[in-house]
């Protein structure tokens, strides 16, 4: 599914950042000398879009051949998607993947790329939803949507809005509504709140009976519900809940303690009536790592792990999480949704900084530039993928790969220089294509309809832009 924030915490980024889905990408660095790429040309307009041909690597070291510096037969270049994309990673269960998706088997081309204005980038990416005409991104201070046509800007909340919101958690998409939990700066209260993805204007609101100095930490959008986690300062006497809001019904469905020491929620995945809850952000000795039951509205097992910034992920059978070990390792650990046990451990050097990504059976890895296929059921590892020239692959927010049918999308972050979009064979781990993106960080592609969205930013001085690939 970016003027952007310091990469040591991915919670400022997260929820400083506005994918999801979306979107996760590498630590990368420039070409290294002697590596191809086609021309790129653009002419940019003076609305800020700019059509561009897609730059194409024709080789990334000795020994690891790319998609020909020639333009491919479009019919190679077929991609298929969903016509909407709505959460943060993609899924409610944080999986990062598009399995019904495809993305094309030779690079494809940019049709377009629209500027992001500067000073909107910070606090903006990791939550994009696309949706009917528009790709709209969001930040504490703002909301935009930009037209999927040409990247034109098609409103603004704060001007399409009566009233001032300051949002608090990274929007959900639910139906033609783009739904955020936001404070009215007008009246002070907090609330879950609708407005149409098509001009911005407040279809509904939903007030949540949230008191100081209790603050909302996370919510998703999963069906006809949206769940919301709050936690507190560490003085105050209150500790973290869980709303479930009925969005039919427009009202509070239930709430209830979620710990009853200090707690203040990060992240959230949802399947069912299984929510997994996760922070770093924990008393000494309190379980930071919650399993709710959403149906009996009551907790069914928590534990105590190193997860640092782990997001959990919902496969079929298990809950899988990244976590450290000792200095200069971790491991990916898959536990029981039932209660909790370790059913199996995959070692790596270092753990993944934030999540994995788990499509059609497997579990996808990222660690010290290599990317590891895992079977699901028991932790083998099946190949692994490794560029032996820069830029590298990470496992940071905007890192994660996005997995379709037969590709792992990745994207990067060069920290210094221009950014790489990496197409990677599923069935066997080699390297398909990859297109150029002149920023310094890229998010990890998504496919909607038949277009991959990509998002690039710059540090420095906050540009970013939109760029749609087909």
Avoid at 141 to 165: C, F, P, T
Avoid at 431 to 447: G, I, K, M, S
Wanted: one cysteine or more; glycine letters at 8%.
């Amino acid at each position: 599914m970016t003027g952007l924030p310091d990469e040591t915490s991915r919670r400022r980024l997260l929820e400083t950042g506005g994918i999801a889905a979306l979107a996760g990408l590498g630590g990368c660095l420039r070409l290294a000398e002697g590596e191809a790429t086609t021309a790129d040309t653009a002419t940019t307009a003076s609305d800020g879009t700019t059509d561009r041909s897609g730059t194409d690597r024709s080789t990334e070291g000795d020994g690891e051949s790319e998609a020909a510096e020639t333009e491919s037969d479009p019919s190679t270049r077929t991609i298929s998607g969903p016509s909407t994309v709505g959460h943060t990673f993609v899924d409610a269960r944080n999986r990062m993947a598009q399995p019904d998706a495809s993305a094309p088997s030779t690079a494809p081309v940019v049709d377009w790329t629209h500027a992001i204005e500067e000073g909107l980038n910070s606090r903006r990416f990791s939550s994009p939803l696309v949706a009917s005409d528009q790709i709209v991104l969001s930040n504490y201070r703002d909301v935009v949507a930009y037209a999927r046509a040409d990247g034109g800007v098609h409103w603004r909340l704060s001007e399409s809005a009566i009233d001032e919101y300051r949002s608090r958690t990274p929007p959900g998409l639910r139906e033609d509504a783009t739904v955020l939990v936001a404070m009215n700066a007008r009246t002070r209260e907090w609330v879950l709140v609708a407005f149409g993805v098509e001009d911005g204007t407040k279809r509904w609101s939903i007030p949540l009976p949230i008191e100081d100095p209790e603050r909302p930490r996370r919510s998703l959008v999963d069906g006809d519900r949206a769940v919301v986690v709050t936690g507190t300062d560490p003085e105050a006497s209150q500790y973290s809940n869980v709303f479930v809001v009925d969005l039919d019904a427009r009202r509070v469905r239930y709430q209830r303690r979620l710990a009853d020491a200090e707690l203040n929620p990060e992240d959230l995945a949802v399947d069912g009536d299984t929510l997994l809850v996760t922070t770093d952000e924990a008393a000494s000795g309190v379980a930071n790592v919650v399993a709710f039951d959403l149906g009996e509205r009551e907790r069914r097992w928590a534990k105590r792990l190193p997860i640092g910034e782990s997001i959990p992920v919902l496969g079929d059978d298990h809950v899988y999480l990244s976590t450290e070990a000792d200095p200069g390792s971790g491991a990916v650990r898959a536990l029981s949704r039932t209660d909790g046990s370790v059913d199996w451990r995959f070692d790596v050097r270092d753990a993944p900084r934030t999540g994995v990504t788990v499509a059609h059976d497997r579990v996808y890895v990222v660690s010290r530039n290599r990317l590891y296929a895992v079977d699901a059921t028991d932790g083998t590892a099946t190949w692994s993928y490794s560029p032996s020239a820069e830029p590298w692959i990470g496992a940071g927010p905007s890192e994660l790969p996005v997995a379709t049918s037969e590709h792992l999308l990745l994207g990067c972050d060069v920290g210094d220089g221009d950014g790489v979009v990496r197409a990677v064979t599923k069935a066997d781990g080699e390297l398909a294509w990859t297109v150029d993106v002149p920023h310094e960080e890229v998010y990890t592609p998504f496919v909607v309809d038949d277009h991959l969205y990509t998002f690039g930013a710059d540090r420095e001085d906050g540009s970013g832009g939109i760029y749609a690939l087909h």
